[in-house]
DNA sequence: TCATATGATACATTAAAGTAGATCAAGCGC
DNA sequence: GCGCTTGATCTACTTTAATGTATCATATGA
């Protein structure tokens, strides 16, 4: 069995054990014989797409091909998942505050590609609301967005949006930056983004 | 076959085509038949994971179980990965120019083969349009296109098209020249190109 | 001590993945 | 037209993943 076979039987096998369940328990879930489950679980087989999607859904689990590149990002992504991934307090308190304000802007019927922009940035954004250390670019996310209501209107969106978008960019790169740590690898860059 | 695999069989083959080698060259590289990888790429098998892995590592992919709450997070970090380098702004303004030529072209309602064609060819050229160092020949096409209303007609499109077809050619070549500093590779070809 | 649940194993069978090789039509460059 | 490469498809053969069912030793608990 070659090494990334035994890492993928490992990572089931821990996936099933953090979830409590007994090879057989499962089996019922997954559609899969206990038996197999077992010879998967020790390496023995070097088992299809289907039963791996079969089982790794049964545990919460999603197959995906990353690049290269993106792979050291990726495990710290899913590390952080597994362990505390609980954000401070006072990051939650501030990304409620931020997303009941978005909310209201929505119920103003502004309707402009600019805040459709700045929504989407603001979900990938909590995707990485663990790794906030400090909320004081969300504060100012939030004045900047005060201004929609009064005189503002899109360029105030304009402003929340840029930097909504680097402070986004600034969480991810912070991801990298703890991977190039112990990675002598080249940074990457959170593109894609391209307001014009 | 299950959605998943369609899934993966997709982004495998866009992979590849991304590096631009040809399923026989994939093979070597991975020491799977060529035979069998179009089998995969069109979805008719049940891939092994010896067989993915093998495939996956020579496409600089890497297999992984991300939990599901960590799949959007890992999605945006792949997509970021993947667009990386940003067309130059002289490029994308002729390739706007252009665009907006074939559209008014299209309100002509030629309705020629030879337009669809073209407009296909466009749309693969758009792929590699950060790789533009040099518009001229952009707007060469686009001088070609102008006679399309007053005498030219079909013979002109077909002008346009041999002009679009090897400038996308040259742009896809010079994405093979790239990857055969790393890969002692043949060259590779971008087909599927009828212009007749 | 007896019952139960666990993971590992055994066995026979079936379905299919994988290999090695050849062939094919289509497209492209020359 | 000619030669080459492309991806798709075929054949024949071997290997093995997966199933279904059953058993086993070992904990764990009542």
């Known amino acids: ?72 990002a990726v495990r710290t992504i899913t590390r952080s998942i597994n362990d505390v991934p609980k954000a401070t307090p006072e990051a939650r308190k501030e990304i409620a505050r931020l997303a009941k304000q978005l909310e209201h802007i929505q119920s103003l019927k502004i309707d402009s590609p ?30 900047a967005l005060k201004a929609v209501e009064n005189a503002g209107g899109v360029a105030a969106l304009q402003e929340a949006s840029k930097q909504m978008n680097s402070f986004r960019n600034a969480l991810a790169h912070g991801i990298a930056d703890e991977e190039r740590t112990r990675l002598p690898r080249p940074a990457y860059r959170l593109d894609g983004d391209n307001d014009e």
């Open 1 to 72: 069995m070659s090494y990334e076979s035994e890492k993928l039987a490992a990572t089931l096998k821990a996936a099933r054990e953090k979830k409590g369940l007994s090879q057989r328990a499962l089996s019922a879930h997954a559609g899969v014989p206990q038996s197999h489950i077992s010879k998967i679980e020790s390496g023995a087989v070097n088992l299809t797409v289907s039963s791996l999607t079969a089982i790794a859904n049964a545990l919460d689990l999603e197959l995906a091909l990353v690049p290269r590149k993106a792979a050291p």
């Open 114 to 143: 600019v805040f459709e922009n700045l929504q989407r940035q603001f979900r990938e954004m909590r995707q990485f609301e663990n790794l906030i250390r400090n909320t004081d670019t969300l504060r100012s996310i939030r004045e």
